[in-house]
């Protein structure tokens, strides 16, 4: 409570204070206003008396009751001095004797000291549009304070009483604007107390969510790693392979699979990230070792045209839009293999010529349409002792550096060609290791595979 009275003397301090300038400009500016009228007032009436006897030409003109008119006005205590004026010469010249009062013609401008607070005012005399002359008159300041002083008085008692009435209204609104805000005060204390009530009851509520959904993806990631083969292994092989995914599900997978003699590599990356792409990796992976094992020698692209119509009606059934990039690679005879499938290119470090070769894939992604027989060409490729085979994702040629360089296709095959693929598990590191200092904002899998010599 002292906090706000201190509050609300300020407030009338400030309030008051306001008004009183307010006032004391108003009062300055009637005053102004005042003199104005009443200079103006003065010199209509002479002007309007004068014009027409100053139309006249010299010889017509009558001085004498230019001078009548004149001195009728001098007598006015607040006039000091008249001027009159043709628009060629003077026509009257009269002020008062500085003694006497009494009014004198004049040849020359009176001599007035500062203490005698005198004002000057100059008008320009016209008949019908056409200057005439003009008139000048010098008044006391003095004489004119005593006529509006009564005019300053009764306007000053009307503006302190308006004053009294706003502050009383003023301070009436500020009692009720602190009442208000006291109330408010206390309505806000209250909802505060429920909102901290609420939000802890929510936080805890969100909590245990919490807990559950990151147990539910814990599960879903214990899957995810349960599916992907640890240590894949074929004769006549060395392979190191690895996915790092970017969220705790990821949409990234490889498998390898030897069915009736035949070495089987896959490797795909779903679209979007999170749940949704790791569910449909773990459906189209369920898929192929489901088809394989129901027809082992099934071609790469009939493989990938079972899974796409399968995985297609799933994603309809759920109201999901969804594809995967996928390779489908298998060894037909012994360093032949045969691959379709729409993905990255697939890299090839031959040992002889100490080169890559980089071979484009062709055909379509998984999951856009119902049927896509006849767009997955089969092509083909031959390994020879000590050769690597290197697949990967877009989530290596993706990465990007603080300045938004991305580590890119050229990048992977110099880091690749600097290094002597003498084992498949040194390439891997190598490649991942060059990755380090680059944000990564998508899953990485690398599968490095080399054909072993045969002694």
């Known amino acids: 409570m002292k906090r706000i009275g201190i509050q609300l003397a300020k407030k009338i301090t400030i309030a008051i204070t306001l008004i009183v300038c307010a006032f004391g400009l108003l009062v300055l500016y009637y005053q102004y206003i005042e003199y104005n009228n009443f200079f103006n007032h003065k ?3 002479i002007v309007q008396q004068l014009s027409s006897l100053l139309s006249k030409p010299v010889w017509e003109m009558n001085k004498n009751h230019i001078d009548d008119i004149v001195l009728s006005f001098l007598n006015d205590e607040d006039i000091l001095v008249i001027k009159v004026s043709d628009i060629k010469r003077i026509i009257s010249y009269w002020g008062k004797d500085q003694i006497t009062c009494n009014p004198i013609p004049l040849i020359q401008p009176p001599h007035f000291s500062d203490d005698d607070h005198i004002v000057s005012h100059h008008a320009t005399i016209y008949y019908n549009t056409s200057l005439v002359g003009s008139l000048d008159i010098t008044f006391s300041r003095w004489m004119i304070g005593d006529h509006i002083k009564h005019i300053i008085l009764y306007n000053s008692l009307f503006f302190i009483g308006l004053i009294v009435f706003l502050t009383f209204i003023i301070v009436s609104m500020i009692k009720r604007d602190i009442s208000i805000q006291k109330q408010n005060e206390l309505t806000i204390k209250k909802m505060n107390t429920d909102l901290e ?6 936080t805890e509520e969100l909590a245990q969510a919490m807990n559950a959904l990151w147990g539910e993806m814990e599960l ?7 599916l992907i083969p640890k240590h894949p292994k074929f004769n006549g092989y060395e392979i190191a392979a690895s996915i790092d995914p970017a969220f705790k599900v990821g949409g990234d997978f490889y498998d390898t699979l030897t069915i009736n003699g035949m070495n089987w590599i896959i490797m795909g990356d779903a679209s979007g990230h999170g ?7 773990m459906m189209v992976q369920t898929s192929i070792r489901t088809i394989l094992n129901d027809n082992p020698m099934i071609s790469p692209d009939s493989l990938l045209v079972s899974v796409n119509k399968t995985i297609y009606q799933n994603l309809h059934s759920m109201k999901e839009t969804a594809h995967m990039t996928i390779v489908a690679v298998v060894e037909k005879e012994n360093g032949r293999f ?7 290119d697939i890299l090839i470090w031959r040992h002889d010529s100490k080169t890559i070769e980089q071979i484009e894939t062709n055909g379509i992604w998984i999951g856009l349409e119902p049927d896509i027989s006849n767009q997955l060409p089969v092509s083909s490729f031959d390994l020879q002792p000590e050769d690597c ?3 990967y994702t877009d989530g290596i040629t993706e990465a990007v550096d603080d300045h938004e360089q991305m580590f890119g296709i050229k990048r992977l095959l110099a880091t690749i060609e600097n290094f002597d693929c003498n084992n498949a598990f040194a390439i891997h590191d190598h490649i991942i290791n060059a990755l380090y200092g680059y944000n990564k904002y998508d899953d990485i899998s690398l599968f490095v595979m080399k054909k072993m010599p045969t002694y």
């Open 43 to 45: 010199t209509a009436r």
């Open 197 to 202: 009530k609420l939000v802890n009851e929510r």
């Open 220 to 226: 879903a990631n214990r899957i995810q790693a349960t």
């Open 275 to 281: 749940v949704s792409s790791g569910l449909m990796m």
């Open 338 to 344: 045969l691959f379709a499938g729409m993905h990255e």
């Open 389 to 391: 085979l290197i697949l």
